[in-house]
Each structure stands twice: as structure tokens, then as C-alpha cells.
Nanobody, 115 residues
Framework: QVQLVESGGGLVQPGGSLRLSCAGP????????MGWYRQAPGKQRELVAG???????NYADSVKGRFTISRANPSNMVYLQMNSLKPEDTAVYYC?????????WGQGTQVTVSS
């Protein structure tokens, strides 16, 4: 069974940076579509960034130019580098892995942007 573990969240001031990490088993990230999602209180979960096995990435308009998703190959790690953080980036961030009918979520890590 695939399990994902996120880390790297925390409290940061506006304009600051954080890097989130997602660890999984073996070398699944080379064949799974990986994504970072977030959910703020009272809001629906939304896609922040995604990366497919070929390396193509996509981002939500709200984070383009500030966030970068990357995957270490061969590795079991996916990262989300977040720069120029804003209070509206405050949310629980989740790592997601998809392959066919397989859809796996991590437990989430809290990111709070506040002065």
C-alpha cells in the first residue's frame, strides 16, 4: 500500500519561503502523477501544483512564479518550494499520488503565513 508523508510546514512571515517535502515508497514518483493540493478553512481543496512522469508541471494561477514543484529522480521525494508567501497561502497542504485507479493522499502539513 502506497503511503505518503509530508513535512516542512510551519509558520512564516509574509514574503518568506518554505519548502515542503513528500516522501513515498520506492521509486513510485517516476510513474505516478504527483500533485500538491491545499485546503484553507471553509474552502474546498484545490490543486496548487502538479508534475507528471515526463516532468511537465502545471500550477494554479495564484501561485505561478512563486511556487515550484520538483521531483528527485531516482528518488522517492517530491518537493514544493514556496517563495514570496502571502497570508492567503495559509492552508493545510497535501501531497497526492495518482496512477490509474490508485489515488493516495498524505496526512497534510499546516502552512501559516502571518506577521
Amino acid at each position: 500500500q502506497v503511503q505518503l508523508v509530508e513535512s516542512g510546514g510551519g509558520l512564516v512571515q509574509p514574503g518568506g519561503s518554505l519548502r515542503l517535502s513528500c516522501a513515498g515508497p520506492g521509486n513510485i514518483f517516476s510513474i505516478y502523477r504527483m500533485g500538491w493540493y491545499r485546503q484553507a478553512p471553509g474552502k474546498q481543496r484545490e490543486l496548487v501544483a502538479g508534475i507528471i512522469p515526463g516532468g511537465t508541471t502545471n500550477y494554479a494561477d495564484s501561485v505561478k512564479g512563486r511556487f515550484t514543484i520538483s521531483r528527485a529522480n531516482p528518488s522517492n521525494m517530491v518537493y514544493l518550494q514556496m517563495n514570496s508567501l502571502k497570508p492567503e497561502d495559509t492552508a493545510v497542504y497535501y501531497c497526492n499520488a495518482r496512477y490509474g485507479a490508485i489515488d493516495v493522499w498524505g496526512q497534510g502539513t499546516q502552512v501559516t503565513v502571518s506577521s
